[in-house]
C-alpha cells in the first residue's frame, strides 16, 4: 500500500512564485489535512477536509488555497511565496475524525 | 482553543534504560483523543500511542505506555529500555470529539539515546 503520498519531496522557489504540493492517499479516507512544521513549534495546522468537495481553514490558512474534487487527492496551493512560508509541509489523512492521522513523508520548501 | 504544552525540549537516556516525557494540554472539552507521534531525522511521523479521553485505563503498545491524569490534564509518554531507534523528536497532540480530525500538537521533545 502506497498510503499517503506527498510531492515534490524538496523545492526551491523565489518570492512571488505559485505552485502546488500534491498529496494523493489510496486508504479511501474522509479526512485530509495539510500542516506545516517549524523549528520549535510542532506542527500547525493550514487547511483539512472532511470530504470531497468540503475544505475548511485551520491555524495558519494564509497564502494557502486547497480544493477536493476527489477522495483520494488534496493538493496545496501557494499563491505567491514568500520567506516566511520556508517550512516542511505534511499532508496526513484518517478514515474518521478521531482515528490516528496517517502522514505523508512531507515536502521541504525553501523560499529565497 | 486548546493548547498542547511539551515542557522538555530535550531529554537523553541510556540505552536499556526508562524515560517520560511529559505533556500538559488545555481544553474545556469532556471527550477527546491524545496521541503520541515520533518522528526520527527521517522525518516521517510515526504514531506511536493514542489514548481516549473516556476510557480510564492507560493506553500502552510494547516498550511504550502513557500515564494519562484526565483530571490533570497530563499525558505523559513512558518508554521502558530504552533502544538506540528511539532517537526522534517526540510530539504530543490532541483532538476534540466532532472536530475533523484537527490536531493541535505541541512543540515536540527531542529524545537521544545514548549507547
Known amino acids: 500500500n502506497a498510503g499517503v503520498t506527498q510531492t515534490p519531496k524538496f523545492q526551491v522557489l523565489k518570492t512571488g512564485q505559485s505552485m502546488t504540493l500534491q498529496c494523493a492517499q489510496d486508504?479511501?479516507?474522509?479526512?485530509m489535512s495539510w500542516y506545516r512544521q517549524d523549528p520549535g513549534m510542532g506542527l500547525r495546522l493550514i487547511h483539512y477536509s472532511v470530504g470531497a468537495g468540503i475544505t475548511d481553514q485551520g491555524e495558519v490558512p494564509n497564502g494557502y488555497n486547497v480544493s477536493r474534487s476527489t477522495t483520494e487527492d488534496f493538493p496545496l496551493r501557494l499563491l505567491s511565496a514568500a520567506p516566511s512560508q520556508t517550512s516542511v509541509y505534511f499532508c496526513?489523512?484518517?478514515?474518521?475524525?478521531?482515528?490516528?492521522?496517517?502522514f505523508g513523508n512531507g515536502t521541504r520548501l525553501t523560499v529565497t | 482553543a486548546q493548547t498542547v504544552t511539551q515542557s522538555q525540549p530535550e531529554m537523553s537516556v541510556q540505552e536499556a534504560e526508562t524515560v517520560t516525557l511529559s505533556c500538559t494540554y488545555d481544553?474545556?472539552?469532556?471527550?477527546?483523543?491524545l496521541f503520541w507521534y515520533k518522528q526520527p531525522p527521517s522525518r516521517q511521523m510515526i504514531l506511536v500511542i493514542r489514548q481516549e479521553a473516556y476510557k480510564q485505563q492507560n493506553a500502552t503498545e510494547n516498550r511504550f505506555s502513557v500515564n494519562f491524569q484526565k483530571a490533570a490534564k497530563s499525558f505523559s509518554l513512558k518508554i521502558s529500555d530504552s533502544q538506540l531507534g528511539d532517537t526522534a523528536m517526540y510530539f504530543c497532540?490532541?483532538?476534540?470529539?466532532?472536530?475533523?480530525?484537527?490536531?493541535?500538537f505541541g512543540g515536540g521533545t527531542r529524545l537521544m539515546v545514548k549507547p
Open positions: 481544553t474545556s472539552e469532556s471527550n477527546y483523543y
Open positions: 496526513a489523512s484518517s478514515y474518521s475524525d478521531t482515528e490516528a492521522l496517517h
Open positions: 497532540a490532541f483532538t476534540g470529539n466532532n472536530a475533523g480530525n484537527m490536531l493541535t
Open positions: 486508504m479511501n479516507h474522509e479526512y
